[in-house]
């Protein structure tokens, strides 16, 4: 055979082999379409087949489709007011869909965008909320700010104001609550001090007017910005909480005395033997280094009831009450002491309990003097009387004192209590917690979620560019360790603020200048006393310290 018939033989058998494969090819791309557009045609019909069975369902009850607003509504109670966590608010709701008319349950992501929204809707009331007037502070919004600072995970400190009606217990009955305060103001920054609280507290006043008292703790810092917005014309009294003046009477009197330190000593060691036995039940309760005499009569209280379970005699040899003797070691050689203090403790919170529930009245104190009449230590019972003399002076000056002074600062520090631990997962993110500080106080209204509706993403956006999340800085080193000096010029960004603001300026907007006039305005000043005194800015200035007898 000549070549060019091999030649033509070859492309021959070639040419049937593409005609072969080609006509299969083609017949596998004809099926395949046929298949997928069936696949989607039985897809679309079993869609929409469940959503007329829903309807037809719902339509049995006697359900009708839920409008958005009542979504958005029932998820920020659920979240807000049930406190479960994001992921679980979703799934409640999607177990509830058909019972409740909803076609889909919204997904975690979509909810925490609520909550969000719902901050920006709150802070943007704050420039309009005013409480009842009162007549002996005419040139003031009716209402007192609680100020306080926290600490979260993260470079910033915050700092928050809460708004509270001055006539609170002339309009509800009981202490105030988060449902009775409303965040008007949040700020971020890496430290605090008397002169940056005052210049954040002049803008919160430009924008709301000026507060009728400040709620605070006994902090020299915040009292350096009290008396500085003094300086400025712009000055109210100061309300100290009872709870933390309480404790620092406490530590006064029992933080220098030898006894107390090998109390503590000694129920750090009763802890690690009453652990991990069957004895366990009994072991004492933690009470943190920080603020210690805040709670610290819990730990006073559980040692004495534990010692009453070892009552004095002889006890049996590997009985219980054995093996309890042996794990409290010296204890009972403090006993005087835990007496003592629980007298004294005891006291001061019954008084706490009254004045807190019904506000500081010359009724209320009234009920208190039997109390403090039974406080067992001088200095304590002074040091209570004047203090409480003196903030009956302040309710007396804003005209409160028949309707009672509220003189606990407890919402603010429950808000920082519930923001860490509520909505945050493992990451307590100081700037998560910060954003969620306006919406955590209140209650959620339907139209507040009609409004949460109304805000677009856009201005979510530009709402929370200030805010860097510590989850997605950690994300992105780790994905790409080269972005690590990152995070170094991040630290020069300027302070976070979340402040009500004309609608045409930015939240985060750099000064706010006071008006002159307003800088100008008079009202009821109240200077501090020209002596230093044992109660820090809380009592006369003819208050000696006494020191606990031993």
């Not at 005699?313 to 629980?342: E, H, N, T, Y």
């Not at 807190?356 to 304590?380: H, N, R, V, Y």
Request: aromatic letters at 4%; proline letters at 5%; one cysteine or more.
């Amino acid at each position: 055979m000549s070549q060019f018939s091999k030649m033509k033989n070859s492309r021959d058998q070639w040419k049937h082999k593409a005609k072969q494969r080609g006509k299969g090819e083609r017949y596998q791309r004809r099926e395949n379409a046929r298949i997928k557009t069936e696949r989607d045609q039985v897809t679309q019909a079993l869609k929409a087949a469940q959503a007329r069975l829903h309807e037809l369902e719902a339509r049995l009850h006697g359900l009708a489709s839920r409008p958005k607003v009542d979504v958005v509504h029932l998820a920020l109670q659920l979240f807000l007011e049930a406190r479960i966590s994001f992921r679980a608010v979703s799934r409640v709701l999607a177990l509830l869909a058909l019972a409740l008319g909803m076609k889909k349950a919204p997904c975690p992501q979509t909810i925490i965008n609520w909550v969000i929204r719902l901050t920006i809707v709150r802070l943007d009331a704050a420039r309009t909320r005013r409480g009842l007037p009162l007549d002996q502070t005419p040139f003031t919004n009716g209402l007192i700010w609680m100020i306080d600072i926290s600490i979260g995970l993260g470079s910033g400190k915050i700092l928050a104001v809460l708004a509270l009606e001055a006539h609170h217990h002339q309009l509800v009955s009981g202490a105030p609550t988060l449902r009775h305060v409303h965040c008007i103001g949040v700020a971020m920054a890496d430290s605090w001090t008397g002169e940056t609280i005052a210049e954040l507290l002049k803008r919160l006043i430009a924008q709301v007017g000026r507060p009728t008292a400040y709620l605070k703790d006994n902090g020299s810092d915040l009292h350096k910005a009290t008396a500085l917005l003094g300086e400025d014309g712009l000055a109210s009294p100061c309300i100290d909480d009872i709870s933390h003046a309480a404790a620092g009477m406490l530590k006064r009197t029992y933080q220098p005395h030898p006894a107390f330190e090998r109390f503590l000593s000694i129920c750090g060691r009763v802890s690690g033997q009453l652990k991990q036995t069957l004895l366990a039940c009994l072991a004492p309760p933690t009470v943190r280094t920080k603020a210690r005499f805040m709670n610290v009569h819990r730990l006073v209280t559980w040692a004495d009831r534990v010692l009453q379970l070892s009552p004095p005699g002889g006890a049996k040899r590997g009985s219980m009450v054995a093996k309890l003797r042996a794990a409290l070691g010296d204890l009972p050689a403090c006993k005087a002491l835990i007496q003592r203090f629980r007298r004294d403790a005891g006291a001061l919170l019954q008084c706490q309990q009254i004045l807190k529930t019904q506000g500081l009245s010359p009724a209320t104190l009234a009920q208190c003097e039997p109390l403090i009449d039974a406080i067992p230590t001088i200095a304590i019972r002074q040091e209570f009387s004047a203090y409480l003399a003196y903030q009956l002076d302040t309710a007396t000056t804003l005209g409160l004192d028949q309707v009672g002074l509220p003189i606990s600062s407890d919402a603010i520090e429950s808000l920082f209590g519930v923001a860490k631990r509520h909505g945050v997962g493992e990451t307590q993110d100081a700037a998560r917690i910060a954003l969620r500080l306006p919406a955590l106080c209140g209650m959620p209204t339907r139209e507040e979620a009609a409004q949460v509706l109304e805000v677009s993403v856009a201005r979510q956006r530009e709402f929370t560019d200030g805010f860097t999340s510590l989850t997605q800085q950690r994300r992105e080193v780790l994905s790409h360790p080269e972005r690590l000096e990152s995070l170094g010029r991040d630290q020069g960004s300027s302070p976070v603020e979340l402040i009500p603001s004309p609608k045409n300026r930015s939240n985060n907007e750099a000064s706010i200048k006071t008006s002159i006039t307003y800088e100008h305005l008079y009202g009821p000043q109240q200077s501090a006393p020209a002596e230093p005194l044992v109660i820090e800015n809380t009592g006369p200035p003819d208050i000696e310290k006494t020191a606990l007898a031993s």
